[in-house]
């Protein structure tokens, strides 16, 4: 037997299997780097169409996102927009996406554009997701998602502000609507919950306070003796109250506040110029 050509051989063939593993993990790797998703592609309850970075930028800036904010996107696909509310607005934020490959995607993007310290993407069903934590929600869903999501996203904080690319709540009217190139942007502010009897103290003087709420807007009216006087202007915004009477004098009286679970408190000011403080609690 020749050792030195069977040594030769079996050098060649550990070589040629190392070339291989080799070859085979640089393949996966280039692979998984050039993994690139296509418009239209098929999601879970979607197909995948990217928001453009101008809208997503408008997104953001409407929602007035901040270094403060945590922001959460349902859905996050590329995850352009967790990356653009970290990079442009100083934001933490979380990308929710179903698909496995968008979301090693959207971390190496994250790494590369340098905000993986403030942004992370997880593999997740947004409908079995706990983000009650964001203080901002951006989302390009289907009506019916939208509307499926509707009663978890008005169990948010008050002034939670969310965020939506092209579709809307169906009758829950958005607080703005912007337009870019024919596509439509929509912000809804989570409002605090009012609805039902209050007893409102305005300095010395007691009243009582019945409000009817559908979402942010209010209706209402408040016992002046043997009347029932119907609320002016009343509206919420996130945990901001403004609404307003006028009294047995014909004095309008002008009420801004917030709301904090079953009370609330601010200033009221009277168009003969007194301002004093008032607190409500409800029955």
Sequence with gaps: MNTTRFVSLARRSALAVALAV???????QQGQKEYTPQV???????????????????????AQTTPNDFVVDLGSGDGRTPIAAAKKFGARALGIEYNPDM??????AATKEGVAGKVRFVKADIFESDFSQAT?????????????????????????RLASHQFN???????????????RAYLWIVPAKVQGNWRLQAGAEGF??????????LEGSVKLGAVNAGLRDARLTGDKIVFAFVDNAGVRRDFTGRVSGNAMEGTVKTDTG???KWTAVKK
Excluded at 103 to 108: A, T
Excluded at 139 to 160: A, I, S
């Design 22 to 28: 080799f070859a085979a993990a640089a393949a996966a």
């Design 169 to 183: 709540m169906d009758d829950w009217e958005p607080d703005e609507v912007s337009n870019l190139d024919g596509r």
């Design 208 to 217: 009582d306070l019945a409000l009817e709420q559908k979402y942010q807007k």
């Design 136 to 160: 901002v929600v951006t989302m390009y869903l289907l009506p019916g998602l939208n509307l499926k999501l509707r009663p978890k996203l008005l169990e948010m904080k008050p002034g939670t």
């Design 40 to 62: 239209g592609q098929a999601g879970k309850d979607v197909i995948w169409v990217p928001t453009p970075e101008e809208l997503v930028e408008r997104m953001l800036r409407m």
């Design 274 to 276: 007194l301002e004093s």
């Design 103 to 108: 979301v090693e995607l959207s971390n190496r």
